[in-house]
T-cell receptor, first 117, second 114 residues
Framework: NAGVTQTPKFQVLKTGQSMTLQCAQD?????MSWYRQDPGMGLRLIHY???????DQGEVPNGYNVSRSTTEDFPLRLLSAAPSQTSVYFC????????????????FGSGTRLTVV | KQEVTQIPAALSVPEGENLVLNCSFT??????LQWFRQDPGKGLTSLLL?????REQTSGRLNASLDKSSGRSTLYIAASQPGDSATYLC?????????????FGAGTRLFVKA
């Protein structure tokens, strides 16, 4: 089925470890983004990309890196995990840029639940 | 800076009741507004997308309205069912970033009692 695929679904890390959360979409969407969801705080944007080779910071980028080498993939890297990064992470994508993005809305992956101990 | 607020934070209703969920936003210069449903431990599923030129959208028992001038949207659920129990979130693109950043409300957690 077409959509946004996130892996892994669950992950436990020790403080200081690094890891990459994977996100792939097969809808040829130009726009992709990463959010984290914490209780009572809604979703907060970490990083986003408007196309291959182009990324930018969102609201809470510290401690995370992204790259976009292909249209399909948008991995999120945790450089040195901290307990404050315990959260549920969602990847989202949308067709088009600018006004076209606004027209079509967003498709979300099922999330990665990360615990840092 | 765009801020999105959803009231109430939680709602419990008996099965069959009609209900309204509220979403307010501070910057009325939005291009669209999207309502999502999130089941526990799951991702977000898009329910309705309202363009700025529209006043409402309907899908089955769901009806979403948009009043840009007052900065409000409502999600109306008719004849609620236990299967409607979930968290409902609204989201708007940040108006001055061309839709590259989307601002979410914290959601309304709905529980429909059988």
């Amino acid at each position: 089925n077409a959509g946004v695929t996130q892996t892994p679904k669950f992950q436990v890390l020790k403080t200081g470890q690094s890891m990459t959360l994977q996100c792939a979409q097969d809808m040829n969407h130009e726009y992709m983004s990463w959010y984290r969801q914490d209780p009572g705080m809604g979703l907060r944007l970490i990083h986003y990309s408007v196309g291959a080779g182009i990324t930018d910071q969102g609201e809470v980028p510290n401690g995370y890196n992204v790259s976009r080498s292909t249209t399909e993939d948008f991995p999120l890297r945790l450089l040195s995990a901290a307990p404050s990064q315990t959260s549920v992470y969602f990847c989202a994508s949308s067709y088009g840029l600018g006004h076209r993005t606004l027209v079509y809305g967003y498709t979300f992956g099922s999330g990665t639940r990360l615990t840092v101990v | 800076k765009q801020e999105v607020t959803q009231i109430p934070a939680a709602l419990s209703v008996p099965e069959g009741e009609n209900l309204v969920l509220n979403c307010s936003f501070t910057d009325s210069a939005i291009y669209n507004l999207q309502w999502f449903r999130q089941d526990p431990g799951k991702g977000l599923t898009s329910l309705l997308l309202i363009q700025s030129s529209q006043r409402e959208q309907t899908s089955g028992r769901l009806n979403a309205s948009l009043d840009k001038s007052s900065g409000r949207s409502t999600l109306y659920i008719a004849a609620s069912q236990p299967g409607d129990s979930a968290t409902y979130l609204c989201a708007v693109p940040e108006s001055n970033t061309g839709g590259f950043k989307t601002i979410f409300g914290a959601g309304t957690r709905l529980f429909v009692k059988a």
